[in-house]
């Protein structure tokens, strides 16, 4: 980052191959509505672009990228107080037992994550999916580093407690 504030445009063009699809994971599990992840991601590039110039080191480069992403999030969810979620399913294929199977506990698990109150599967969703530290989560989201222990290990227990239930539920209809 430090190349690229420094006018160095292939340092940005390493920055976002090693860096965009961790940023669109982010927001994808973040943004309480799809048609905005394309718009938050393009646009925390955009804000990366433009704070270039004053960008210090305080903190890992991604904590200060998924940053400009979640404040442009806040940004749209105080804009749009009604918000109406796309709970369109996700699009299956046809596949063998096994394969179909695997699809379920894949979107169980996708439905879980999604029902977590948001600190927790931010937390989740930081760590798990984009790879953040701790330390660096506690820095994302202005929260002491056991907080953070505390959202994840909660949000683990309801996953757990959730799956666990709809696990029990098929074997009944079964």
Same mark, same amino acid.
């Given at each position: 980052?430090? &190349? ?8 940005? /063009?390493?920055?976002?191959? &090693? ?10 599990? /973040?943004?309480? &509505?799809?048609?905005? %992840?394309?718009?938050? +991601? ?9 704070? /270039? ?58 439905? +879980?994550? &999604? ?32 907080? %953070? ?17 709809? %696990? ?7």
């Amino acid at each position: 980052m430090l &190349r690229y504030a420094d006018g160095d445009l292939a340092a940005f /063009r390493e920055l976002y191959q &090693r860096h965009q699809r961790g940023l669109y994971r982010f927001v994808a599990w /973040r943004s309480p &509505r799809r048609d905005w %992840v394309d718009e938050v +991601a393009q646009e925390a590039w955009i804000g990366l672009h433009q704070a /270039r110039g004053r960008y210090v080191p305080s903190a890992s480069f991604r904590t200060f990228l998924y940053q400009i992403a979640r404040n442009r999030l806040v940004d749209l969810q105080r804009q749009s107080p009604l918000l109406s979620v796309d709970d369109a399913p996700e699009p299956q294929s046809p596949a063998a037992d096994a394969e179909l199977e695997s699809q379920q506990m894949n979107s169980a698990l996708h439905q +879980a994550i &999604r029902a977590l109150p948001g600190e927790q599967k931010e937390a989740l969703v930081l760590q798990q999916f984009s790879g953040l530290s701790l330390e660096e989560i506690a820095t994302l989201t202005d929260a002491p580093i056991e907080t %953070v222990k505390s959202r994840l290990r909660y949000a683990m227990r309801k996953l757990r407690e959730q799956l666990s239930a709809g %696990v029990a539920a098929q074997e009944e209809q079964a």
